[in-house]
C-alpha cells in the first residue's frame, strides 16, 4: 500500500482512498496526476511552435515546410487528447 501527500492539507493519505480523511479532497489516481496535464500543455505548445515554424518554412519556399506543419500538428492533436 503507498502513501501520497493531499494536494489540500499535506497530509498522507492512502493512495486506495478515493479522497482525504482529514480534509475530505479527492485523491487523484495514477495517471490522473498533474504531471499529465502539463506533459499535454508542453505538447501543445511544442505543435504550435512547429506549425508555425512550418509555416514560415512553407512561405520561404521550401516544400518540407508542409511537412513540418502537418507534424506539429499531429503533436498539437495528440496533446489535446492527452491533457
Ligand atoms: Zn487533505
Known sequence: MALQACNECGSSVSSKAASCPRCGNPIAGPGMSVQASSAG??????GFL???IGMF????GNPLGGLVCFAGF???VWA???D
Open 41 to 46: 500543455r508542453r505538447g501543445k505548445i511544442a
Open 50 to 52: 512547429l506549425i508555425l
Open 57 to 60: 518554412i512553407a512561405i520561404a
Open 74 to 76: 499531429a503533436v498539437f
Open 80 to 82: 489535446r487528447f492527452k
